[in-house]
Antibody, heavy 120, light 108 residues
Framework: QITLKESGPTLVKPTQTLTLTCTFS??????????VGWMRQPPGKALEWLAL???????RYSPSLLNRLTITKDTSTNQVVLTMTNMDPEDTAKYYC????????????WGAGATVTVSS | SYDLTQPPSVSVSPGQTATITCSGD??????ASWYQQKAGQSPVLVIY???TRPSGIPERFSGSNSGNTATLTISGTQAMDEADYYC???????????FGGGTKLTVL
């Protein structure tokens, strides 16, 4: 059974850096064709894709957030970390990590999400 | 960048067929997926690779994808199907993930 759980701060101040950790089980991020993705959803708004890291350490980022995001993986601890710099109140959202498989890289398992509020 | 367009809302009577569309340039050349999100819950995958239902998803959910449009069809819609639905595609040119803006399905 695949599970993912997001963890990190619930409140960050404007201009600070957000670090979120996705801890997963039930699969290996060393397996060909597997990826872990990060998505977010501001209150009352649509899902937005942020980043994807593949089994071979290839990394892809949303073009609109490319300069602020970094995604890394640690296969020994089954964790994926997303950092987002220069946080703004508009980044207030629920952040989800997901297990993704190709072809098509659909998100077949989602974590419960982590709510992050950006406020001074 | 690649964009996917969905109608903001769709209404359907119980027992009828609901159709939700997702439009994008040459979307039929890519794999489309669909997610159901009920209020306060994480999204759930209901269709992937255009037409495939994951285990546990009722047969009344089906998908198609051709030309510039992917379609999610819910036959015999039930009250429990009321939710937001999002389409998603993986742009193999840019290797990016794209979501549609979501469609609120109301069963009334």
């Amino acid at each position: 059974q695949i599970t993912l759980k997001e963890s990190g701060p619930t409140l960050v101040k404007p201009t600070q850096t957000l670090t979120l950790t996705c801890t997963f089980s039930g699969f290996s991020l060393s397996t060909s064709g597997v990826a872990v993705g990060w998505m977010r959803q501001p209150p009352g708004k649509a899902l937005e894709w942020l980043a994807l890291i593949y089994w071979d350490d290839d990394k892809r980022y949303s073009p609109s957030l490319l300069n602020r995001l970094t995604i890394t993986k640690d296969t020994s601890t089954n964790q994926v970390v997303l950092t987002m710099t220069n946080m703004d109140p508009e980044d207030t959202a629920k952040y989800y990590c997901t297990h993704c498989v190709g072809p098509g890289y659909h998100m077949d398992v989602w974590g419960a999400g982590a709510t992050v509020t950006v406020s001074s | 960048s690649y964009d996917l367009t969905q109608p903001p809302s769709v209404s359907v009577s119980p027992g009828q067929t609901a159709t939700i569309t997702c439009s994008g340039d040459k979307l039929g050349d890519k794999y489309a997926s669909w997610y159901q999100q009920k209020a306060g819950q994480s999204p759930v995958l209901v269709i992937y690779q255009d037409t495939t239902r994951p285990s546990g998803i009722p047969e009344r959910f089906s998908g198609s994808n051709s030309g510039n449009t992917a379609t999610l069809t819910i036959s015999g819609t039930q009250a429990m199907d009321e939710a937001d639905y999002y389409c998603q595609a993986w742009d193999n040119d840019s290797v990016h993930v794209v979501f549609g803006g979501g469609t609120k399905l109301t069963v009334l």
